[in-house]
Structures are given as structure tokens and as C-alpha cells.
């Protein structure tokens, strides 16, 4: 039996969908359901529900062999896990928004607002300005517009939270998609039913 | 006036029964290595940072801990057993007779950004054999590696075989315009996007961590693969209890061709056959190892070196079984807030 770990919340519906589409039905988790962990054995596997940021540790400790995780995430966390497929959602990125349309200009010093520290610290050390940067836990868009950082580093869906803030998107840093992850032992172990699942991922034509 | 009994990120002490299992499993560790021939080496913690500035990489350079002492020398804590032996041994090699079998045991300081189950201070238990050439060496190193990580407690054991260099043609024909390092970056994370589909052979290679045909390595990876395979079916009917896979994916940013950039990762000396030990469930190698001789001749000595080191805390304490399904079962039962 095969343990997956799932994101709770608005990423789990776009991952079921991703698995129903590869043959894995997963019935009875998400929708109205609030099981956190799930037997089932007509599909071989057991489900742990976990929010985002725990999913990589879970992951690499063996607790799950497998699980989605956002890439967003997984770039933050770190830690040395297999990433065999990437599954499209649509248009996220990881982008650099401010109050008006242009980049620091060399030679400058700006505070960045972020969720993500660790990624903001190695994108800025390549780029021309520095930046002191603003750990926030949510709502990084209102930093840039009341004056708490000049720029925010954050993840940009329809662009739609943007304009209505009348905040521009000032540079695409990296594309976002949830990432099928394995845990390295687990993959030695389980490599046929691991592959098998990430070849219909790929057959069902939804992963990058 | 209170004291806390917390330690700085990454410590730990072990008191009592935990001090008790460590020397345990440490004390037959090294029964096992003196009966094998293997003699004691005792190292300091602290050296000089130069000798050790050819062998490291972004990546080992990052963990090490480095000071300047008083007396204005540039010091870095152990971080790594080998090259410290390495540069001891190598302008002493032409007075001492081979092959040399020595084992060490101690402590190697690293630093790891904060993360839960991460240790900064690491025990290892290793081996280093000297002067014996061809497969011969690899095959003693490897048979004492699988039986000391036998001797910890976490199961199931698997190990996982490789050799530095094995992809290079593979990787220098597929890349095109996509830079290399990239590239292995992907196959050993086995990302099969980052792959693309460009290269059938690297492709099949990423998803069985073998290529379909030994051929598709070149001639001296394909006869190397084809020794590693006789190899791992001899040691896999004498250790029926560890599993034991052949995995060229696994080691793919460990390249010897000089078009290629250096290795990635921490460890980036290995030139010859590869081997990393998983115990329990935990996606962290307990112990790795491999040979090395290039690390040598950076140090002007000619010989030949294979080692291996294990680390008893992973081995002993970060790999606990998974919760049995009836434990998990009953945690199925908590609901969402």
C-alpha cells in the first residue's frame, strides 16, 4: 500500500482532478469529507491530508512515500526529494509586483514583501539592487500598497487581486505547479507501483 | 539563577539509554571492522581550511564551519572524515604499506538550515581500504558497509549502486542547448519534464534508472555496469535481507568527463563505483560511499582508495517504523477543524 499525502485546501480539488483524470479515483476524499487520513484498499493506497508546507517533511521523513505539493513551496522547504512530474493548473507564477510599473534601479536598496524568504533571498542575489526582505504570513499585497515594502514577491493566478489593488505585475520570476513528489527510499521500494501511477499522470496528459 | 537545558539548532545530547544504544551499536561496529583486518585512525576536529578548498563544492562549502583563530589561521570544524585522511595519508603513502585498512569513528559538524529531524552534529562510523586495485576493493568496501548497516535496527535496508561518470555521454549528447548541470539536476530528481523527450535512452534511464541498452552508456560505462552487475548479484544472495538496485539516476551529477561541470552535491570526490544505504522509510541516505582516487592524485599520491561512512544517529533514532495501520486507523478517525 502506497502512502500519498494530499494538500488540504484550495489546491486539493485541482489535484484530485489531475489523479481521476490518471485512473485514481480517490472516493470519498475532499469535497464534504473531513477525514485526514484515509484507507483505501480496492485503489492501494492510504491518503493523509496535510496542509502545504508540512507536505515536503511528511514526504522526506517516510511518513508518506509520495504526495502534490506546490513547487512555490517545494522551492522554499528545500530538503532532497525525487520530482518526477510537474501537474499544469493553469497560469500561476511566482512574480515581483509593485505600486507602479518599474524595477528598482541599480544600486538601489528596497524592501521586499514575501511568504517566501529563502526563494526571494537567492532570486534578489542575482539581480542588480538589493533588498531587505519583509517575511509576511498573508495578505502580501497590501505591503506594496500601504508603503510596508516597495515590492512584494508573490504568486500571481489571474492577475485579477492585482488590478483591483491597482498593483502591477512587474516581472514573472518562475512558473508555479503542483509537483508530484517521492520520497527517495520509497521510490527504491516501490518503484513499479510509483512509476506506474507517474506514467498515467503523464498518459492522462496533465502534467508538464 | 535558571539554566536551560536547550542546545543550539541541530544538537543533541545523549543521556543514559540513548548514550547506551549508540556505544552499543558503535562498540560491535568496530568489532566488525577489527575482525575484518581494518585498524583504528584517530582524528582532531579541528584542521586548517586550504587543503580542503580543491574538494569543495557550492553545496559542501556552505555547510562547513569556519573561524579564524586566534593566531589569524583560517580553522573549519570536521565536516567530512575522508579528505581529511586523504590529505594526512597522501605524503606519507610512499613509507607505509599496502593495502592499508583503517576505520575511523567521531563526530562531523555541518550546517543545515533549520528544519524539523535535521542534525547539525552528525557520529559517523567509517572505512577506508588503500592500495588495492580492480574490483576487488570495491566489492570488500561495499560487503562491510552491508554488514554494518545490518547491525542497525531500522528496516526494510536498501542500497542503492552506481558509478561516477555513468551518464556523461548520455548527458553531453541529450543536453543541446540546455545547460548540463541542469540537466542532471533533472534526471537524478527524476524529473521526467526536465528530461523531455528528446532522448529516448536518458528518458528510459530516468524512469528505470538503467538505459535500455548498456550500450547507450559507451564502451567504458557499459563495461563498467556490466561488472557492477555481477557485482550486486553476488552481494545480493549473500545479503538477502538488504535490497540491493542498480540505479544510474540516482548518481547522475557525479560526472568524470572534464567537458562536464564538477559534481554537485555534498560529496564530490567519488570517481569510480557509488553506493548509498536507506534504512526504515526516511528519504535520507544513512551512509554512502564509494571510490575515490582522484581525491589522491589532487594530493600527488598515486593509490588506489575506497570508504564508506554510516551515520549511527540516522541509523539508530531517525527511522522510526511507520505507525502500523490499526494505529493509523484510529488517527483516521480525527477530523478536519
Given amino acids: ?208 | 539563577m535558571r539554566i536551560s537545558a536547550t542546545l543550539p539548532t541541530g544538537m543533541a545530547a545523549l543521556l543514559f539509554e540513548a548514550a547506551r544504544r549508540r556505544r552499543g551499536l558503535e562498540g560491535r561496529m568496530v568489532e566488525e571492522l577489527q575482525g575484518a583486518g581494518y585498524s583504528e585512525v584517530i582524528l582532531p576536529i579541528l584542521d586548517y581550511l586550504e587543503p580542503y578548498e580543491p574538494f569543495l563544492t557550492d553545496a559542501s562549502r556552505s555547510e562547513l564551519y569556519r573561524f579564524i583563530d586566534r593566531d589569524g589561521e583560517l580553522l573549519a570544524l570536521r565536516a567530512d572524515f575522508t579528505p581529511m585522511l586523504a590529505r594526512l595519508l597522501a605524503p606519507r603513502l610512499p613509507s607505509l604499506e599496502l593495502p592499508l585498512r583503517f576505520f575511523y569513528r567521531g563526530d562531523v559538524v555541518r550546517y543545515q538550515e533549520e528544519r524539523a529531524g535535521r542534525q547539525r552534529e552528525f557520529y559517523q562510523v567509517g572505512a577506508e581500504l588503500l592500495g588495492l586495485e580492480g574490483s576487488d576493493a570495491g566489492l570488500e568496501v561495499l560487503r562491510l558497509f552491508l554488514h554494518l548497516l545490518s547491525m542497525g535496527e531500522a528496516r526494510p535496508l536498501r542500497v542503492v549502486l552506481g558509478f561516477a561518470g555513468a551518464l556523461d555521454e548520455l548527458l553531453l549528447e541529450a543536453a543541446g542547448s540546455q545547460p548540463v548541470e541542469e540537466l542532471a539536476a533533472a534526471v537524478s530528481r527524476r524529473e521526467r519534464g526536465g528530461v523531455g523527450r528528446g532522448s529516448p535512452a536518458l528518458r528510459h534511464l530516468v524512469e528505470t534508472g538503467l538505459p535500455d541498452s548498456p550500450r547507450d552508456l559507451g564502451p567504458r560505462a557499459a563495461e563498467k555496469l556490466t561488472q557492477l552487475v555481477e557485482m550486486r548479484d553476488h552481494l545480493a544472495a549473500e545479503f538477502p535481507g538488504v535490497g540491493l538496485a542498480l540505479d544510474l539516476a540516482e548518481f547522475a551529477n557525479q560526472p568524470l568527463d572534464p567537458r562536464l561541470p564538477g559534481a554537485s552535491g555534498g560529496r564530490a570526490y567519488y570517481d569510480g563505483i557509488l553506493f548509498r544505504g536507506y534504512a526504515g522509510h526516511r528519504g535520507l541516505p544513512v551512509g554512502a560511499g564509494g571510490r575515490y582516487d582522484r581525491m589522491f592524485k589532487a594530493l600527488g599520491a598515486e593509490v588506489a582508495a575506497v570508504g564508506f561512512s554510516l551515520d549511527l544517529e540516522r541509523l539508530l533514532n531517525g527511522h522510526a517504523p511507520r505507525p502500523a495501520s490499526a494505529a493509523a486507523g484510529a488517527a483516521a478517525g480525527k477530523e478536519a477543524p
Avoid at chain 1, 30 to 39: N, Q, S, T, V, Y
Avoid at chain 1, 94 to 120: C, F, H, N, W
Wanted: include cysteine.
Fill in chain 1, 1 to 208: 500500500v502506497i502512502r500519498l499525502a494530499l494538500p488540504k485546501g484550495r489546491n486539493l480539488e485541482p489535484t484530485l482532478a489531475a489523479f481521476r483524470a490518471a485512473g485514481l479515483e480517490l472516493a470519498g476524499v475532499g469535497g464534504e469529507a473531513r477525514k485526514l487520513h484515509l484507507h483505501l484498499p480496492g485503489e492501494g493506497v492510504e491518503v493523509l491530508l496535510l496542509k502545504d508546507w508540512d507536505l515536503p517533511l511528511y514526504v522526506e521523513y517516510g511518513i508518506a512515500d509520495c504526495g502534490v505539493v506546490g513547487s512555490d513551496v517545494l522551492e522554499e522547504v528545500g530538503g532532497d526529494l525525487l520530482v518526477p512530474v510537474r501537474l499544469t493548473d493553469g497560469h500561476s507564477r511566482m512574480s515581483l509586483i509593485g505600486r507602479d510599473g518599474t524595477l528598482p534601479e541599480p544600486g538601489t536598496q528596497v524592501r521586499l514583501a514575501t511568504k517566501y524568504p529563502r526563494t526571494a533571498r537567492r532570486w534578489v542575489a542575482g539581480r542588480p539592487w538589493g533588498a531587505e526582505i519583509v517575511r509576511l504570513s498573508g495578505s502580501i499585497e497590501l505591503a506594496p500598497l500601504l508603503d510596508l515594502a516597495e515590492i512584494a514577491l508573490d504568486i500571481v493566478q489571474t492577475g485579477r487581486t492585482l488590478e483591483e489593488n491597482h498593483l502591477v505585475e512587474l516581472e514573472a520570476v518562475a512558473p508555479v505547479a503542483p509537483c508530484f513528489v517521492v520520497n527517495r527510499a520509497s521510490y527504491q521500494g516501490h518503484r513499479e507501483i510509483l512509476n506506474d501511477l507517474i506514467g498515467r499522470l503523464e498518459a492522462a496528459e496533465v502534467a508538464v
